[in-house]
């Protein structure tokens, strides 16, 4: 099936060229590694020809970003590599190493993002929140992500069932109310998807960035290994594993702006 013209081998041998190219830049760099890695986890929401809101970045601007990446030496890892390395199963990251990942459930993933990851080789990891899937109208199918689910270069995970504000949930519901909520919320996003895509899903993003001591260990309880909250610096060996910052990437952050955007990220980790 040709994917916006492109046909299957051909993306195939752009996608072996592009990976084995990176693998390249990546192992010349790990020579000369001396800093502890500190990787820029990139967080997109939406993609599409306007900029509907504010958590929409343009197709031409997600594409100059992606240009950018590979043009200025940069590796798009996939999110599982720099897991291992945290858990002590794989080695770092190279130093220029980066990981994107999409929140929500967006249509506009599978019509515009999807064929702009693929011919450059892009490894994505997506955080799904079932509800909206199939049901809400800017979402997309189960059919849509099933297919997503079965490309390599993309892995499913959580984001809770429905997307809650875990913050004015704690302050509406009495104690037994919460902690009910919150289990059912981590446990049910994670058996929907595993009962729909037919794979096993370890990872969290929480709603809005919100965690706290107890959020973490619900979801330690649940079954999930990782998981990514939102703030705008690298992630590294020091950060929690139930804590793990992202950077929101904005249509704003093009050329010049969106190299600094990532260095600043790289550096603010380090410190
Ligand atoms: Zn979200």
Redesign the pocket.
């Known amino acids: 099936m040709a994917v916006n013209g492109i046909s299957r081998a051909r993306m195939s041998s752009m996608q072996l060229f592009l990976r084995c190219f990176c693998a390249l830049l990546c192992g010349s760099a790990i020579a000369g590694a001396a800093t502890e890695p500190a990787v820029p986890i990139l967080l997109y929401?939406r993609v599409g020809p306007v900029r509907a809101d504010s958590m929409t970045v343009t197709t031409v601007h997600f594409k100059q970003q992606l240009d950018l990446l590979r043009t200025n030496g940069f590796c798009v890892i996939p999110l599982e590599r720099f897991l291992a390395w945290r858990l002590g199963s794989g080695p770092a990251p190279a130093p220029k190493s980066v990981v994107v990942t999409f929140?929500?459930g967006h249509a506009s993933v599978y019509h515009e993002a999807r064929s702009l990851l693929a011919v450059n080789g892009i490894p994505v990891t997506l955080?799904i929140?079932p509800s909206c899937i199939s049901h809400a109208s800017y979402a997309m199918t189960w059919d849509q992500l099933s297919e997503l689910a079965a490309t390599p270069s993309f892995k499913i995970e959580s984001?809770t069932f429905w997307?809650p504000n875990f913050k004015q949930e704690s302050k509406k519901l009495d104690r037994d109310q919460y902690e009910a909520f919150v289990d059912n919320q981590l446990r049910k996003s994670k058996a929907v998807l595993e009962e729909k895509l037919g794979r096993p899903v370890t990872l969290l993003?929480w709603?809005?960035g919100i965690y706290d001591t107890y959020l973490m260990s619900r979801a330690s309880a649940a079954g999930y290994t990782a998981a990514f909250s939102i703030e705008c610096r690298a992630a590294t060996g020091a950060d929690p594993m139930m804590a793990l910052p992202r950077c929101i990437v904005s249509d704003e952050d093009v050329g010049p702006r969106f190299l600094r955007f990532i260095e600043n990220a790289m550096a603010l980790g380090r410190n």
């Open positions: 929401h929140d929500d955080f929140y984001h997307h993003a709603p809005f």
